[in-house]
């Protein structure tokens, strides 16, 4: 079995900083993306970032220039390193393992989530 488990997640002012990590363990292997998303209230999920095998990043136009997403393959780490937060960065950020192309993400073919981490940015 595969889990993902993320964490980080806090309350920040808005310009602020706050930085993401998403543990992954079981049997993941090379082939396999890896990706943030999020979810404000009453809106769709939105990608913000992924990152896929070889190690090239595609962010969303909504936080590019903002946040950095990096991998540390020896630990099976996601990061997501959040800068200059506004307020609509709010939401629910969720971590995935899954299969990607490029700036595509493939939703729904052998991916893994985690439960999320709340992102709260005030003014």
């Known amino acids: 079995q595969v889990q993902v488990v993320e964490s980080g997640g806090s309350s920040v002012q808005a310009g602020g900083s706050l930085r993401l990590s998403c543990a992954v363990s079981?049997?993941?292997?090379?082939?396999?993306?890896m990706g943030w998303f999020r979810r404000a209230p009453e809106k769709e999920r939105e990608r913000v970032a992924h990152?896929?095998?070889?190690?090239?990043?595609f962010d969303a136009d909504s936080v590019k220039g903002r946040f950095t997403i990096s991998r540390d393959t020896t630990k099976n780490t996601l990061y997501l390193q959040m800068n200059s937060l506004k307020l609509e960065d709010t939401a629910m950020y969720y971590c995935?393992?899954?299969?990607?192309?490029?700036?595509?993400?493939?939703?729904?073919?052998?991916?893994?989530w985690g439960q999320g981490t709340q992102v709260t940015v005030s003014s």
């Open positions: 995935a393992v899954g299969f990607c192309q490029g700036g595509t993400w493939f939703h729904g073919v052998g991916d893994y």
């Open positions: 079981g049997d993941i292997n090379s082939r396999h993306c």
């Open positions: 990152i896929d095998t070889t190690g090239s990043t």
